[in-house]
């Protein structure tokens, strides 16, 4: 096992894994960039190393600044997380050559997966359902000359994309040429590559993944799906495992199936294999995530594993933590991702100072974040602020726990998705299970707007405790709040900000 591991992410993921560590008794350092002195993932790592200014481009994608971090603290593994550099081959790359363990799959894997057009051969050789499609990166002609063998609806998406973006619907021929255009320039300026392929375009699917581990040495596992239909702007925001659609054998199917692409792409790491479902349970690969993701957690509430530490276990060469024949799925679990929007504004964000934290507990409750009372959510990275997971013996139960624990979370300060999610847990349509990937719309549509009277009624108990906690600190410090600018002030000035 590793005596000490860097963790090159920040936010709740950072701590997640930090946990983790602590728990096998591994050593961690921390990096951060100047917005994140005083974030948790610092206070909880034994050391911690300043890597740059706010942006990620200067900090948390900075592959010398990371390195250099872990050469100066001994750190013999980096753990990714998700996003930032967790699928970037150089860096993978990068870390064997100095000597360092990257926690992942290879540079070759991450290579293959990063190609949506390899990763569908790869599921074609392993005799794995794809959606109609092409396997290879295509020229202008050839996607005008291939549109009509395909069909309309149909899809345009970036090579090097994934997770919606650098995709194009196109309904008719007429859009091919805007809609080719707009795709390869999404995936120029997002990836840095503007190679396209196509897809027919599903109506109205499931999304469903099947999480895997694999030891990169011919030992594969699949641990069950996760129901990720609900997501908006190809953001997910709540997750569920089981799916409600799936039974034991198409579990089966998609199992064996993931398993098939894994061990086709020599994969190595915890991973995940994303189909589209339809309603008579056709499935279609769709793509790789060579990565943790961040809704692992409805997993490990589901099988009892640990997923992080059943990665760095397979990074530091151990054996799979169970066999097959004794994975077992119980109960349920539900995750809301809570973020810093305004689900009322059309989910712009809301960053700003957390003046009042309450985080819910009790039976079959898990919240993973990464923010405290008082901190302040900066303007420069992902707005995920947590994620609160349930687990229930039933889907009602871990229902009726996420409703509970929804009412329990108290967040002021900034505004957050979690009317969002209280409004999800009630809705008839989720109740029944009855989601697909047009769901959110749905849901936001059917959203009234909340009351100015509760609005004005919330602003004013802000500014109240605000102003009460000035009080207490004028009783304490002898030069009184004023020195320190008064906080009542600063709220009012923050809502008057949020409204322009
Ligand atoms: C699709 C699709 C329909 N047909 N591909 C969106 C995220 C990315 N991973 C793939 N996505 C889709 N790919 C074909 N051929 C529909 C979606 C899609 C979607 C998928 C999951 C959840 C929400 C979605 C919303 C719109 C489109």
Redesign the pocket.
């Known amino acids: 096992m590793f005596q000490k591991i860097l963790i090159a992410n920040r936010g709740e993921i950072a701590v997640r894994v930090i946990r983790a560590c602590r728990e096998l008794g591994v050593r961690t350092v921390a990096v951060f960039s100047e917005a994140d002195r005083a974030a948790t993932h610092v206070r909880f790592a034994d050391q911690a190393y300043g890597i740059g200014p706010a942006p990620s481009s200067e900090s948390y994608l900075r592959i010398d600044r990371i390195l250099e971090a872990a050469r100066q603290s001994g750190a013999e593994a980096i753990h990714p997380g998700y996003g930032f550099l967790a699928e970037n081959p150089a860096f993978a790359a990068a870390c064997e050559a100095a000597g360092l363990t990257f926690i992942g799959p290879s540079a070759r894997t991450l290579r293959l997966c990063g190609s949506k057009t390899a990763a569908r051969r790869l599921a074609r050789q392993a005799n794995v359902p794809t ?1 109609p499609g092409t396997d290879q990166d295509l020229s202008d002609e050839e996607v005008v000359a291939g549109a009509p063998t395909i069909g309309f609806p149909l ?1 345009i998406k970036a090579a090097a994309g ?3 973006k650098g ?1 194009r619907i196109v309904r008719e021929p007429g859009e091919l040429p805007s809609a080719l255009r707009a795709a390869r320039s999404e995936g120029q300026s997002s990836f840095g590559d503007s190679a396209v392929y196509l ?4 109506e109205r ?1 499931r ?1 469903i993944e099947m999480q895997i581990l694999a030891d990169g040495a011919g030992q594969l596992l699949y641990l069950g799906e996760r129901e990720c ?1 609900i ?1 908006r702007r ?1 953001q997910k925001v709540v997750e569920e495992a089981p799916s409600p659609f799936v039974d034991e054998a198409l579990r089966r199917r998609l199992g064996e199936a993931a398993v098939a692409i894994a061990a086709a792409a020599g994969y190595r790491n915890a991973g995940t294999v ?1 189909f ?1 479902v339809d309603r008579d349970r056709n499935f279609y690969f ?2 790789v995530n060579a990565r943790l993701q961040v809704e692992h957690p409805v997993t490990e509430m589901v099988t009892g594993l640990d997923l992080v530490k059943a990665q760095i276990g397979i990074a530091a060469g151990s054996p799979l933590p169970v066999r097959q024949e004794e994975v077992r799925l119980r109960g349920c679990a539900l995750e809301c991702r809570i973020y810093a929007e305004d689900p009322f504004r059309n989910f712009i964000p809301s960053p700003g100072r957390i003046a009042v934290l309450r985080r819910p507990g009790g039976p079959g409750v898990r919240d993973d974040t990464g923010v405290y009372e008082g901190y302040e959510v900066p303007v420069h990275y992902d707005p995920l602020i947590a994620k609160l997971i349930t687990w229930g013996e039933s889907r009602a139960e871990a229902i009726q726990r996420m409703r509970r624990a929804l009412q329990e979370y108290t967040i002021i300060g900034i505004q957050t998705t979690i009317p969002f999610h209280r409004r999800v847990m009630e809705d008839p349509k989720f109740l029944a299970g009855d989601l697909d ?1 047009t769901y959110v719309e749905a849901v936001l549509a059917a959203l009234p707007p909340p009351t100015s009277r509760n609005r004005r009624a919330a602003i004013i108990a802000a500014a109240l405790h605000a102003y009460l906690q000035d009080q207490e600190a004028a009783a304490a410090q002898p030069q009184g709040p004023a020195a320190a600018g008064s906080r009542w002030l600063h709220t009012a000035r923050q809502d008057a900000l949020r409204r322009r």
């Open positions: 959606v899809l994934g997770g919606g995709m897809e027919k375009y599903l699917p999304h239909s997501q190809h994303e589209l769709l793509e990937t």
